[in-house]
């Protein structure tokens, strides 16, 4: 009897002790990936009675996203890069499953001690053409071109990854943006709208070539200074941190000097120009900044929104 129940507890304990070693394993799976997408399907232009489609490409890409393991480094839960692509779909035709469209990203990032959360791309790629067949896996191999729908969502998988790095340290995001300049690279050879140089002036091609382009390198100091000087260092001088991103939109100036109306400014002011708004008109001021004249020369497409900020 005595030894019915010695084996009785013993099981229990290994059955826990086995429970443990699967969960610890389940979590570092888990904690491996380094994006927590969102994916929307927008198909209400299409004119498409059967709607599985969309939403088995939906389902899809959001196990691709966010399953694939993107760097060699391990990101924890909380590392994890909060994002969304947003599909428009206004084209699908079901006799070759070809699918037209425009693809929302955006991505953002926590800012230090505080709950606020800074949006870093908020982008609208116009270039969106890709076959899908229902249910067809989609899998990732960094050596070969495997389809438009996958070089795509590689693509921006490695930009945010990189913007997101280069914000937390200076150029952090260097490997990254050079392996979406090899997916580039590779989409090329097959002559995709999108992908080419003589293209749009804000396709695939240029964006990945301004990044890496020395000729851009004040974008991404802007990205690092606004930031890790500045947002993140908030909570403990909200003054200095002001100071900063002031600064650090300077080299924004500089590069607007150079080349006037550039896409990556665009890029930034799409994506910053409300945060930058509340951000100056707020708190406590900043002695002979010149903000507002600074933000018109640099991007004057945006002057309704200066005309806002209270200083």
Known sequence: MLQRIFLMKLLKSMNKIIFFFFYVLFCIQSYSQELQCDIVINSNLVNQTNQQIFKTLESSIREFMNSNVWTSRKWTYEERIHCSLIFNITEYNNSN???????????????????????????????????YEEYEPLFYNSNIFESNLISILSFYAYVIIGIDSDSFSLNGGQRYFSVAQQISNLAQQNNIVGWNSDGSRKNRYWFIDSILSNAFVNYRNTIYEYHRKGLDQMSTN???????????????????????NSFLIQFFFDTKSKEIVNIMSGGPTIPNNNTKQLLKKIAPFYNNLWREIKS
């Open 97 to 131: 499953n070809n699918f037209k469209g425009t693809l929302q990203i955006i991505s953002q990032r926590p800012i230090h001690e505080s709950n606020y959360s800074s949006p870093l791309i908020n982008y609208q790629d116009n270039d969106i053409n890709f076959k």
């Open 238 to 260: 909200q003054k200095l941190a002001k100071q900063n991103i002031f600064n650090s939109l300077k080299n924004l100036y500089d590069l607007n000097e150079r080349r006037p």
